[in-house]
């Protein structure tokens, strides 16, 4: 399994911006797909976004899509969410996840992902 750990989350202002980065150690990074998903408070996990083991393919949530850009550096072994134009909704703990699945798209669900990160929580006041 690939060990994984997010940082940048924080209390940001409704229409700004925050990046978050998920570091990765143990297997092979490039093994995997990787994806950020979230959870608000009383809701379920949610797929935010999902890029390929290059980084030529992306999937984005139907929410996020046009504000948020995932993408990956497989030499420094790190994934990243930029998170723009946010809204309280987008309030939630974010999570860093790994598949190994190679039928990655926008209906990817938490299960499909078989390693998980801590999660750092997002907070976006209005």
């Known amino acids: 399994q690939v060990q994984l750990v997010e940082s940048g989350g924080g209390l940001v202002q409704a229409g700004g911006s925050l990046r978050l980065s998920c570091a990765a150690s143990?297997?092979?990074?490039?093994?995997?797909?990787m994806g950020w998903l979230r959870q608000a408070p009383g809701k379920e996990r949610e797929f935010v976004a999902v890029?390929?083991?290059?980084?030529?393919?992306?999937y984005y949530g139907d929410s996020v899509k046009g504000r948020f850009t995932i993408s990956r550096d497989n030499a420094k072994n790190t994934v990243y969410l930029q998170m723009n134009s946010l809204k309280p909704e987008d309030t939630a703990v974010y999570y860093c996840?790994?598949?190994?699945?190679?039928?990655?798209?926008?209906?990817?669900?938490?299960?499909?992902?078989?390693?998980w990160g801590q999660g750092t929580q997002v907070t976006v006041s209005s």
């Open positions: 996840a790994a598949t190994t699945s190679y039928s990655i798209s926008h209906y990817l669900k938490p299960a499909d992902f078989g390693s």
């Open positions: 890029i390929s083991r290059s980084g030529f393919t992306t």
């Open positions: 143990g297997r092979t990074f490039s093994s995997y797909a």
